[in-house]
């Protein structure tokens, strides 16, 4: 952990450079150090249309289950 603190920004620098760095305390591995990686491809809202139905009363909450989430006992 010591060494990691030290040498941050060079462990950056392999873990970019596509290098996975494990970091550990005491011997037991704690974290793992990767590089970041981008979408390869923007992604774009919708696609489902024609393909997903809800329920009219998709939003509806039976009363006797509100009342379940709010606490109340029968």
Do not use: C
Not at 20 to 42: D, F, N, S, T
Not at 46 to 62: H, N, R, S, T, Y
Request: aromatic share 6%; hydrophobic share 40%.
């Amino acid at each position: 952990m010591h060494e990691a603190k030290t040498n941050l920004s060079k462990l950056v620098e392999r873990a970019a450079a596509g290098e996975e760095i494990v970091i550990a305390k005491a011997g037991h591995p704690l974290a793992k150090l990767v590089g970041y990686e981008r979408l390869k491809q923007a992604r774009r809202p919708g696609g489902w249309e024609g393909k997903v139905w809800m329920a009219p009363d998709f939003d509806e909450l039976p009363s006797e289950i509100l009342r379940a989430f709010e606490g109340a006992e029968d």
